[in-house]
C-alpha cells in the first residue's frame, strides 16, 4: 500500500532538548495510522479543488478531526477549518500557551500527467504543489498528539490550533483566517512545505528571510488596428507588448541593483482578434518576486514608469495595475533552531540542510506571521529517480515524506510546549 518506511535516526536523545519520539510512544502510534494516512492523501490527490473551493476537502478533513476528539471550526476563512486541543488554562488559572500548526489545501489548474493509479480524476486540475500531502501531514500530527492526549493528557501541557488553510496558491486564503481570528491568542506558529530539491528522509531549515514578496502585475498595451499587410498604417499592440516583455528584463538587469534580485515572470498574454488585423490592444499577466522590502515597495512606481516609457518610445499607451499579495516569510531564530533539533534527532544531523539562501518562491504563510513568531522548512520529496518541480503536471512526490513531514512537526510542537515556560 505504501513505500517502505525510512531509515531514520537511532532512538535517544541529547538531555534537555524535551520530549524524545520513541519514549513517548509516538512512533508506535504514528505506525498503526500510516497507511490510512496514506489513504487519505491518495483520496485528496483524486479530488483536487481550487482555491477558495475546497468544501470536499474541508468536510473530510473536519470529519476525520473531530473522529479523534478535537473541537473543529468550520468555515473560517470561507473553506477553512480550525481545530483545538488541549488545556485552556494553567494549573494556576492563567491562560495556557497557544502553539498552531497551519496546512493548506487547494489544487492548481493544471492536467495532470503523472501516470499514477491515484491521479487527479477532476479535469484540468490537479494538486501540483503538494498540498494534498500537506493536509495529510496535518491530519497525521492531529492523530499522534490525539492518541499522546489519551494516553498522557498531562503531555499535552498547551492548547493546539491546528489551520487547514484554503486558497494558499491565490494567496487569499491566509488573510481570510487571519480576519476570522485564526492567529488570535498564538504564540507560536509552525508551518511546512514539500520541495521537489531535496531528498526524501531530508529537510532544509533556514532562519531569517525563507521566501520573497510576491506582487500581482496587470499590463494593458494600447495601439491602433489597421490591414496586417500595412503594419506601418497602425500601432501594433503585439508588437509593443513584446518590447514590454523584454525590455522589462533588460531594464532589471542594467537600471537595479544585481545584488537585490527581482523576477518578472508574464504568465498569460491575450491579444488580437484576426490572423490579418494588426491587434490594438494587449493584456499581459505576469508576477514579481523581491527579496527587499524597501525594493519591494518601490518596484511598482518603477514598473509604470518603465513599461509607459517603453509602449510611448513605440507609438503605444499602457495601463499597468500591480497587487501586492504577499510579504516575505521571516522566520523566527529559536523557533527555526526547535525544529532542527528535532529534525536531528529524529532523521540524523547529516539529512537536515541549513539553507544558504531564501527562494524567490511566495507562501501567504507570511500573512499570518504579522504579530506571530513562526518558522517554516522545507520537507524533501525527490524519491530516487527526483522529483519534478512544483507546478509540473508530473509532480510526483515520495509519499515516504508523509511520515517524515509529521515527526518533525509532532516532535516540534511538544518540545515547543515543553520549553515554553523557559521563554521560547
Partial sequence: MSSPTLPLAAPGVAPGRGPDWWELGLEADLQAVLPELIQLRRHLHRHP??????????????????????????????????????????????????????????????????????????????????????????????????????????????????????????AEG??????????????????????????????????????????????????????GARPHQSTDAIWIAARVVSGLQEAISRRLDALHPVVVSFGRIEGGKAFNVIADHVRLLGTVRCLDLELHDRLPAWIEETVQALCRGHGGEARVRYRCISPPVHNDTALTELVAGAAVDLLGSGRVQWLEQPSLGAEDFAELLEGVRGTMFRLGVAGPGGCTPLHSNTFAPDERSLEVGVKVLALSLLRWMHRHPQGL
Fill in 49 to 170: 479543488e481550487l482555491s477558495g473551493h475546497e468544501q470536499q476537502t474541508a468536510a473530510l478533513v473536519a470529519g476525520e478531526l473531530r473522529r479523534w476528539g478535537w473541537d473543529v471550526r468550520e468555515g473560517v476563512g470561507r473553506t477553512g477549518v480550525v481545530a483545538e486541543r488541549g488545556p485552556r488554562q494553567r494549573a494556576d488559572g492563567t491562560p495556557a500557551p497557544l502553539v498552531a500548526l497551519r496546512v493548506d489545501m487547494d489544487a492548481l489548474p493544471v492536467e495532470e500527467r503523472t501516470g499514477l493509479d491515484y491521479a487527479s480524476t477532476v479535469q484540468g486540475l490537479m494538486h501540483a504543489c503538494g498540498h494534498d500531502l500537506h493536509t495529510a501531514v496535518g491530519l497525521g500530527v492531529a492523530r499522534v498528539l490525539s492518541a499522546l492526549a489519551e494516553r498522557s493528557p498531562e503531555l499535552l501541557s498547551a492548547r493546539v490550533r491546528l489551520l487547514f488553510q484554503p486558497a494558499e496558491e491565490t
Fill in 174 to 227: 491566509a488573510a481570510w483566517m487571519k480576519a476570522d481570528g485564526a492567529t488570535e491568542g498564538v504564540d507560536a506558529l509552525f508551518g511546512v512545505h514539500v520541495f521537489p530539491s531535496i531528498p526524501v528522509g531530508h529537510v532544509g531549515v533556514r532562519s531569517g528571510s525563507f521566501t520573497a514578496a510576491a506582487g500581482e502585475l496587470e499590463i494593458e498595451v494600447l495601439g491602433e488596428s489597421g490591414h
